[in-house]
């Protein structure tokens, strides 16, 4: 079953904006990883932060944990119309019948010129 | 390069045959995945392995067929008991499990 599920759906906004995706899940987890999805192309890894953190910085990403609330957030500073994709958060969850990776249903950013 | 191959690109399907996903890694990583994508959703986990000669069924194992003889190579094979294979199928390697995962580039089936 899937764990993660991203809000919004999709996301339309222009270049320069900010974009912020969220992620919520339902169990323990021991990290969480976002990538990204070109269209018809395989996903590619962006940042994974651990349980015990709260946030966490890459070039123009910014990733937030909040254990309490079982919720992380992407957000995507200045973006550029490269920057559309999928983003999918995938919480690495610990789990009786095996600690395994899931992914939601992800998110699809369109950066518009 | 290190990297993950994933080939055919495209593949077709007639019913009642099987047919193979081939998936190779030069990333010496022990642990590897299969996973199924359809139209407009997130990945399913089809099998999974974390040392050669053994794998794990996945969150939707059946009709599908997995082998880890050798670290850089799990091929998929989707039988004629997958009754809906069309969809798009992803392969990746982690160095451990609970570490990012490294994707193919993925191959799209199709039923002719």
């Known amino acids: 079953s899937q764990q993660g599920e991203e809000d919004p759906q999709a996301l339309s906004i222009q270049e320069g904006e900010n974009a912020t995706m969220n992620c919520s899940y339902k169990t323990s987890i021991n990290n969480l990883q976002w990538y990204r999805q070109n269209s018809g192309r395989g996903l590619v890894h962006l940042i994974l932060?651990?349980?015990?953190?709260r946030e966490k910085h890459s070039g123009r990403l910014r990733v937030t944990l909040d254990t309490s609330k079982k919720s992380s957030s992407l957000l995507i500073t200045a973006s550029r119309a490269a920057d559309t994709a999928s983003y999918f958060c995938?919480?690495?969850?610990?789990?009786?019948?095996?600690?395994?990776?899931?992914f939601g249903t992800g998110t699809q950013l369109k950066v518009e010129l | 390069d290190g990297g993950i191959t994933q080939s055919p690109k495209y593949l077709f399907r007639k019913e009642g045959q099987n047919v193979t996903l081939s998936c190779e890694q030069n990333l010496n990583h022990d642990a590897m995945y299969w996973y199924r994508q359809d139209p407009g959703q997130g990945l399913r986990l089809i099998y999974y392995s974390q040392i050669v000669n053994d794998f794990q069924k996945g969150d939707i194992a059946e009709g599908y067929s997995v082998s880890r003889e050798k670290k850089e190579s799990f091929p998929l094979t989707v039988t004629s008991a997958q009754k809906n294979p069309t969809a798009f199928y992803l392969c990746?390697?982690?160095?451990?499990?609970?570490?990012?995962?490294?994707f193919g580039d993925g191959t799209r089936l199709s039923i002719l």
């Open positions: 932060i651990r349980s015990n953190e």
């Open positions: 990746a390697s982690a160095e451990y499990s609970n570490q990012p995962q490294h």
């Open positions: 995938a919480p690495y969850i610990l789990a009786g019948g095996g600690n395994k990776l899931t």
